[in-house]
């Protein structure tokens, strides 16, 4: 006959967890066999965000590998959705900037789209570069008003700055360097104009 104080004194087998992983499991299926297909990937992606999982991949039919076929579509198209929006560190990545002053405007182009921060300070750019993971600004303060001054960004509220209408155009254009540095010529070239014809309608006023 065994001794019952060994018996209380063992260790518990290596896998006594698993039948309440397995309850849990079964709790989970019978919940969700109640709900629509696209009720239940609804739940599972919230739940899989809320504890910081990744999200399985949705199956598309008609395509022989899903996943590899929207990757690709990702890296080929570079536009983001607001609903799917790309981290900071990916969206840089993928922009590709050349120059501090391009990176101000990928930065702030960011904030505006994905976080909702259409009116920035020097601040909120050195912040966001450090979550990119990129190389630190030399200077942020010069970089962002060199970019104001190259029209990427305009003067906005209360000393702060927002991507210009010719500086969404660009990032949006990146990583098509040509189409991206045809769109700030044009923006200089107008902006030239304007000045030229401000500067000759005070000369024939005087």
């Known amino acids: 006959m065994s ?6 004194t063992q260790p518990e087998p290596q ?25 239940r990937q609804r739940l599972i992606n919230t739940v ?7 999200t399985p991949a949705v199956p598309v039919s008609g395509t022989a590998n899903p996943s590899r076929q929207h990757i690709a579509d990702r890296t080929s198209s ?4 607001e609903d799917d929006p790309p981290t900071v560190k990916q969206f840089i990545q993928d922009k590709g ?16 789209r994905y976080r909702s921060t259409p009116h920035v300070k020097t601040r909120d750019i ?6 990119s993971a990129h190389r630190p600004f030399s200077n942020t303060a010069v970089a962002v008003d060199n970019a ?13 700055k927002q991507i210009s209408a010719y500086g969404e155009r660009f990032v949006e254009a990146l990583p098509d360097r040509d189409a991206a540095k045809g769109i700030m010529d044009r923006a200089r070239t107008g902006r030239c104009g304007k000045i030229a014809k401000r500067t000759a309608v005070s000369a024939d006023t005087e």
């Open 78 to 81: 570079f536009q983001f959705s």
């Open 148 to 160: 104001t001054k190259l029209g990427y960004l305009v003067p906005s509220l209360k000393g702060s």
């Open 15 to 39: 896998g006594a967890s698993l039948p309440t992983e397995a309850a849990v499991l079964q709790r989970i299926i019978t919940e969700l066999s109640s709900l629509s297909e696209d009720a």
């Open 3 to 8: 001794d019952p104080a060994n018996t209380l």
């Open 48 to 54: 899989c965000t809320f504890l910081g999982l990744s």
């Open 97 to 112: 900037p050349q120059t501090d002053v391009e990176r101000v405007a990928c930065l702030a182009f960011s904030l505006a």
């Open 126 to 131: 050195t912040m966001l570069n450090t979550e």
